[in-house]
């Protein structure tokens, strides 16, 4: 069996082999949406009580009540100070970047004015209260603290309710340090959909956000989809990708190792690289080969590689880039010594590293856009979340008495093509000037 | 039995009141959902066969190819000409306003360089396809073909496929017309969770979309739940609302008027009105009963006002706003003389309508602002539909071979907290300059 697939758009079962190779099953499950209703209903129904049994059951953890998942924030800033000098510095450094790529896209107000006097614009403001949900047990992200808190920050949310599930009680104090940094202003260790469901819908000790953003497993996927419209969501994630662009001139190594970093992650994660030229792909194919074996994590790798990771051979350029638009990826390099001049030709990604000195794992972490991105094909509609995630905006409309006449006669006449009398007369009310 | 609920925020049961007036029951139901997942799955397998087969049975439309109900460009545009000048007129008023709205909304590209030389920015580019749908049946409204069309335009999206039932073969020339000054590519007479199904997942005949957007019923509504992720879609919209917030200013008949345009749509949808004043309350109660028989919707306007209509008594200013606040309504009335003086008490609402002479109505059609608008309290972590919708970012980071090295220490440090090997070694690799 070959470490990683191999495909070339010139073969005729090219599209049917990229889209097997594309396809990520049917993520959603009868079963555990039905079990994660059941969850929502009882911490809906019984609060605090229900979200204290589950988390005895399923994280192991004694508890008395909730008030004791709260982690205090001496303990929060205890595990900031503790951190070695290195650690401390990787981690200011990363969330100094986060901030500032964040502060760039801050929606502000504005507004014009029509030919009639009436002012129109649009007005924004953060949103109240939002819930971050980090993944505990075996991995500790750090770094998944500061891409979803950090935002939230900058946007101006005013609390910021952070959950990490602790089994057996142990929960990281990278991720504890994390938390104190970006600014989350409370840390339950709560997990799984109860912790979404007491988010949605609050509890007597936990307070109910307006969005709840963060990724996790299959049941807070489920939970995260099922309380959609009583608080707003980011995306549901998928395993990670990465597509490497290239016209040959990434070192192999520098290739495969790109690939590594993204196969390391988990076994569904995808790894794919695209060129024309089928004697690079064999000298990336060799690279693989040869640094596999030195990999920590070689067996996700190995498993990852050969079941979704991919070596594409395109036609051309114009058709790699097709192939591309085609995937829609996570993460795309575009490995070239002038990228610009490549990226005209993309449409859809979520994050694009530009030319050889731009790995994908620099915007894991520092690079400073967000490394939370639109996965399984879905940046063809949405985009990294952002300081907009975390705002919202309203509309504003004010007309005067003399501006407001000159939509008086519009409105009444598309209100009667619509049937809508009181609509008409509420508008033919304004065209007589000043209220009688 | 009174024709408009009175509440009073000083009145002990007044949040659970008011909780209860707000209550739009359990919007799902688990019937539709199973019936729809057919529809879905149905279209999937069979594609063209199975949109014909609920198409007949459904719309009761007797046509032998999916083909035939596609409506030729020549009759879009001759609905179009067709229109009377005073209807023309009206249409392309409106539309000329929500255009110059929108344009103000457009996302650009922007970047910016690092301490090191990185360049590091947001790049911008309009979804490639884009379905909208458009409710038939009794109603027409071509306000909503403008308000869903007009935007992807402006956004640049490729191509604009437009759905709207035909129940007996039967579809508004209005609706049409609209469709052709909108500039809607395409539109087929298709309607309920097989339209959604066929523009989601595409057919020989309907080409699959990117983002699903535009008001249905329960069956749509569901469909648009289920297939999101496959597609990106807007808001679920839900019943209508408008809330008043005036200090007895605004004429008792203009405020019965512009509750009776929202209360008007259709039974659930909800009609408030908030002021410290008892006495004004009473006025505006009166003027309700005064004008009530005389509307041609009166029964649809009567059954409204009584189940979910409301005239609240605040106890001062600060409170009337804490409540609007705790409804975050679709649509806000400021009915003061100084609006601008209370919209800073503001924090979450669709749209706000500022002093007397800015009616509802007028969003509803002409002002310029969407009026897709977020409903059922999603004000509080959502936003009118805008060119946003159409559009999504990718970030874009350029390291140069100098600029790179800067990132990788903190880089390397954040993957060895997290356990993650390769993505540190990707990363040193950009430590030595130029690939070797």
Not at 27 to 47: F, L, N, P
Not at 130 to 158: D, E, F, H, I, Q
Not at 356 to 364: I, L, M, T, Y
Request: negative net charge.
């Amino acid at each position: 069996m070959s470490l990683i697939n191999r495909l070339a758009s010139d073969q005729a079962d090219f599209e049917q082999r990229l889209s097997a190779l594309l396809d990520r099953g049917d993520e959603q499950s009868r079963d555990i949406d039905a079990r994660v209703a059941e969850i929502i209903a009882q911490v809906r129904a019984r609060g605090d009580a229900a979200l204290l049994d589950y988390t005895r059951e399923l994280d192991q953890i004694r508890c008395g009540e909730v008030a004791e998942l709260e982690v205090p924030a001496t303990r929060l800033h205890g595990a900031l100070e503790a951190l070695d000098g290195e650690a401390r510095q990787a981690l200011e450094f990363s969330a100094q970047r986060i901030r500032e790529y964040a502060e760039r896209q801050r929606e502000g107000d504005w507004h014009y004015e029509d030919d009639y006097g009436n002012r129109l614009g649009q007005r924004v403001t953060p949103l109240d209260r939002v819930g971050v949900y980090v993944p505990g047990g075996r991995a500790a992200y750090p770094s998944s603290v500061l891409m979803n808190v950090v935002p939230a920050r900058v946007a101006g949310v005013g609390e910021i309710i952070m959950v990490v599930p602790a089994p057996g009680g142990v929960v990281s104090d990278m991720v504890l340090a994390a938390a104190a940094l970006a600014g989350a202003d409370r840390v339950f260790t709560l997990g799984g959909a109860q912790a979404v469901a007491a988010l949605a819908y609050g509890t007597d000790t936990v307070p109910p956000v307006d969005k709840i953003v963060g990724p996790g497993n299959a049941y807070v996927a489920s939970a995260k989809r099922q309380v959609f419209g009583q608080v707003g969501i980011d995306s549901i994630a998928g395993p990670s990708e990465v597509a490497v662009l290239t016209d040959g001139s990434l070192d192999p190594e520098w290739a495969a190792m790109d690939l590594f970093a993204q196969a390391e992650h988990d076994e569904m994660a995808q790894s794919l690289l695209v060129c024309s030229d089928p004697d690079y792909l064999d000298r990336v194919e060799k690279a693989i080969e040869a640094h596999l074996d030195g990999q920590p994590r070689a067996d996700i790798i190995r498993a990852s590689l050969a079941e979704r990771g991919g070596l594409i051979q395109s036609r051309d350029l114009a058709d790699g880039a097709a192939i591309i638009n085609r995937i829609a990826p996570e993460h795309l390099e575009l490995a070239f010594a002038d990228p610009e001049a490549v990226l005209p030709l993309i449409r859809h990604a979520g994050a694009i590293f530009m030319g050889h000195h731009s790995p994908e794992a620099f915007g894991d972490y520092c690079a400073g856009p967000n490394h939370v991105l639109p996965t399984a094909g879905t940046a063809r509609f949405s985009s990294p979340l952002g300081v907009q995630d975390f705002q919202k905006r309203s509309s504003v409309i004010h007309c005067s008495a003399h501006g407001g006449r000159a939509l008086v006669s519009a409105s009444e006449k598309m209100a009667e093509i619509e049937g809508l009398a009181a609509h008409a007369r509420s508008a033919a009310l304004r065209g007589g000037g000043e209220q009688g």
